[in-house]
């Protein structure tokens, strides 16, 4: 699979939430993952979120599909994520 994101993008992902898009791969890639439909506010493509383990933490990023690719819009380690991922995963 591949990934791709707007450089400006994961700047202001890092400044904002503290997260770059490095670990999302293996977050994508962990067979514990979760995937859902985005509740996000775009009209043009559709999102969807996945929640994973990156190796360090539990993940979760927004992303949408682009020409074949994985096109990473936001991502962070938020407690609601972290939650959804426990509770399916126990």
């Given amino acids: ?5 707007d450089p ?5 992902n890092l400044a904002k939430h503290g997260v770059d898009f490095s670990t999302v791969p ?5 067979p514990k993952r979760k995937l859902r439909r985005s509740p996000g506010r775009s009209n043009r ?3 969807f979120q996945c929640t994973g383990f990156d190796g360090r933490m539990i993940l979760t990023f927004t992303f949408t599909i682009r020409a ?3 096109r990473v819009i936001n991502a962070g380690y938020w ?4 939650q959804l991922y426990e509770e399916n995963n126990d």
């Fill in 68 to 70: 074949g690719a994985v």
């Fill in 45 to 47: 493509e559709a999102r």
């Fill in 26 to 30: 293996a977050a994508f890639n962990d």
């Fill in 79 to 82: 407690r609601k994520g972290k």
């Fill in 1 to 5: 699979m591949v990934f791709q994101c």
């Fill in 8 to 12: 400006d993008k994961e700047r202001t």
